[in-house]
């Protein structure tokens, strides 16, 4: 049965990632992750916004894709030393922070979709979820955060567990499956989606037998980071269901909408 993640809305997805930062945006300092980036894939028509969550020092789950603060402002410390407030005030002019609550209450009618980056964001992560499950999707290059997410969820009193995206290790082995015409039924179990690049080097993920495989369990399969309009064309007209782009506004323009 459909997780009601993907009910009534238009498909193929497009999945704003980390929000979207228009030209304007940009020229303003507006971050990934933040409130304004957020706002404007909003305002752009994206139903779906993918995003990344770490923990502060006072353990509060907060939207951030990097382990440290290196890349945006040359600091080296770990997110997970760095006090909430201090992180708020850094992210001040430049969209401003949120959290996980913040982004759910803020964005009522958005969907997520929550790159869980660190097993300690497991736990907290699950209350939070509580009452939006139909409307988040955990996804995590590990299985075994993601699971501990869903758990977590559960656990706290969750009536639905959230939509799922299967990690590394499924992935490969679903390619592997594929490839050699097995069922994937025991691998896609309280799988919803397959979040994939389309080439991981040489190798390419992304395979017709792999697709086919997918679609016979009913899971949704959704490509990154597609920022391309060639490419967008290509692989919806290839049978892909979403589309993960740095340009939500340009995709949504490009597929017809």
């Not at 139909?134 to 590990?142: A, D, E, G, K």
């Not at 589309?243 to 597929?255: E, M, N, Y």
Request: aromatic share 4%; glycine share 8%; with cysteine.
């Amino acid at each position: 049965m459909t997780h009601p993640y993907f009910a009534k809305a238009r498909h193929p997805r497009v999945l704003a990632h980390r929000g979207l930062i228009t030209t304007a945006g940009g020229d303003s300092g507006v971050w990934e992750n933040s409130a304004a980036a957020f706002a404007a894939a909003h305002a752009a028509g994206a139903e779906y916004i993918e995003t990344d969550c770490q923990v502060t020092a006072d353990g509060d789950v907060v939207l951030f894709h990097d382990s440290t603060l290196e890349r945006l402002v040359g600091d080296p410390r770990p997110i997970r030393t760095v006090r909430t407030r201090e992180l708020a005030l850094i992210f001040a002019d430049h969209g401003g922070l949120l959290t996980v609550g913040d982004a759910l209450s803020t964005f009522p009618s958005t969907r997520f979709n929550i790159d869980v980056k660190t097993a300690e964001a497991a736990d907290p992560l699950g209350p939070i979820l509580v009452d939006h499950t139909h409307r988040v999707l955990i996804t995590s290059f590990s299985d075994a955060n993601r699971r501990a997410t869903v758990a977590s969820a559960l656990r706290a009193g969750a009536d639905l567990r959230p939509a799922t995206s299967g990690g590394s290790r499924t992935i490969a082995a679903l390619r592997a499956v594929s490839a050699l015409h097995l069922s994937p039924a025991r691998l896609l179990r309280d799988i919803d989606a397959l979040q994939i690049p389309e080439r991981h080097g040489a190798l390419r993920v992304l395979t017709p037998s792999l697709l086919r495989a997918a679609h016979r369990r009913d899971v949704e399969v959704h490509v990154w980071t597609v920022n391309d309009p060639d490419s967008m064309r290509r692989l919806v007209g290839a049978g892909v269901d979403g589309l993960v782009t740095d340009c939500a506004d340009l995709a949504l323009a490009t597929i017809g909408r």
